[in-house]
Nanobody, 116 residues
Framework: QVQLVESGGGLVQPGGSLRLSCAAS????????MSWHRQAPGKERELVAT????????NYADSVKGRFTISRDNAKKTVYLQMNSLKPEDTAVYYC?????????WGQGTQVTVSS
């Protein structure tokens, strides 16, 4: 069955960095558009970044441009989100999503907390 397992979240100070990983299985990973989303307490889930199957095209929310980088390793069936210069407002649960063959799959999420 389809599985998306996020890891790499945690507590970090403002200005720090984290790297999230999402390991995928159960579907043709290289055909999937992968994305990261986040949901802060009391707020709607929002799109953070997307990457095409080949990794050649990426898009970012304005709030993270220049600070976050999405990438993927199709051989490892893993997508990453490198987060630098973290701010308290980046605190949220981060979710990995796969869009493939007209279906969408979500991971269980990983908590990122930015606080001093």
């Amino acid at each position: 069955q389809v599985q998306l397992v996020e890891s790499g979240g945690g507590l970090v100070q403002p200005g720090g960095s984290l790297r999230l990983s999402c390991a995928a299985s159960g579907f043709p990973f290289s055909n999937a558009i992968m994305s990261w989303h986040r949901q802060a307490p009391g707020k709607e889930r929002e799109l953070v970044a997307t990457i095409t199957g080949t990794g050649t095209t990426t898009n970012y929310a304005d709030s993270v441009k220049g600070r976050f980088t999405i990438s993927r390793d199709n051989a490892k069936k893993t997508v990453y989100l490198q987060m630098n210069s973290l701010k308290p407002e980046d605190t949220a649960v981060y979710y990995c999503k796969a869009n493939v063959i007209l279906r969408a799959y979500w991971g269980q999420g990983t908590q990122v907390t930015v606080s001093s």
